[in-house]
């Protein structure tokens, strides 16, 4: 079955660092982006950024870079999102979704359930 | 960054209704346009991609169209599972935005 399945909801306290977890199954791990999507609390979708997992390489939008930190463990199928210095506007669901990095799709076609990220 | 703007913000409509959500793009992004929705608490679901070409999987009552900066999504005849909030996002350059979203709900 094909998925990304995320870890589980964090709390942290403002300052603190958390990182959230994406587990890819059911297909190669290497041949798709993981992308990493912001939910505010009743609010829209916006994307943060994405990495290579074949190269480690990484693209973030510019609202977020400095202070989130994207990494992957291919011997798992792995990606991480590392967020630091938190402030409660981090508060929120982070979404992992894949891209086909060489495919004709070029859209966020399978997604994980979701992190709930809660700072206070 | 290319800003995505759709219309209307939210939309009441009833069981076998037809409707249609647009979305405008703050340049032309050629056909590099995509459909999700997302029901409350679970994870966007991709309904259509390059602004016409149906997901694997998703009904056919669901259908896209446009190109440049005008797009729209219909909805041939609306089915209880369909009412959630409905989001475009373009591809054509980084960073890949989203619109605002549409609430659906149900008249």
């Known amino acids: 079955q094909v998925q990304l399945v995320q870890s589980g909801a964090e709390v942290k306290k403002p300052g603190a660092s958390v990182k959230v977890s994406c587990k890819a199954s059911?297909?190669?791990?290497?041949?798709?982006?993981i992308n990493w999507v912001r939910q505010a609390p009743g609010q829209g979708l916006e994307w943060m950024g994405w990495i290579n997992p074949k190269t480690g390489g990484t693209n973030f939008a510019q609202k977020f870079q400095g202070w989130v930190t994207m990494t992957r463990d291919t011997s798992i199928s792995t990606a991480y999102m590392e967020l630091s210095r938190l402030t409660s506007d981090h508060t929120g669901v982070y979404y992992c979704?894949?891209?086909?990095?060489?495919?004709?799709?070029?859209?966020?076609?399978?997604w994980g359930q979701g992190t709930m990220v809660s700072v206070s | 960054d290319i800003q995505m703007s759709q219309s209307p913000s939210s939309l009441s409509a009833s069981v076998g209704d037809r409707v249609t959500i647009t979305c405008r793009a703050s340049q032309s992004i050629d056909r590099y346009l995509n459909w999700y929705h997302q029901k409350p608490g679970k994870a966007p679901k991709l309904l259509i991609y390059a602004a016409s070409t149906l997901q694997s999987g998703v009904s056919t009552r669901f259908s896209g169209s446009g190109s440049g900066t005008e797009f729209t999504l219909t909805i041939s005849s609306l089915q209880p599972e369909d009412f959630a909030t409905y989001y475009c996002?373009?591809?054509?350059?980084?960073?890949?935005?989203f619109g605002q979203g549409t609430k659906l709900e149900i008249k």
């Open positions: 996002q373009q591809s054509y350059s980084p960073p890949r935005t």
């Open positions: 979704a894949r891209i086909e990095i060489s495919g004709t799709t070029d859209a966020f076609d399978i």
């Open positions: 059911g297909f190669t791990f290497t041949d798709y982006y």
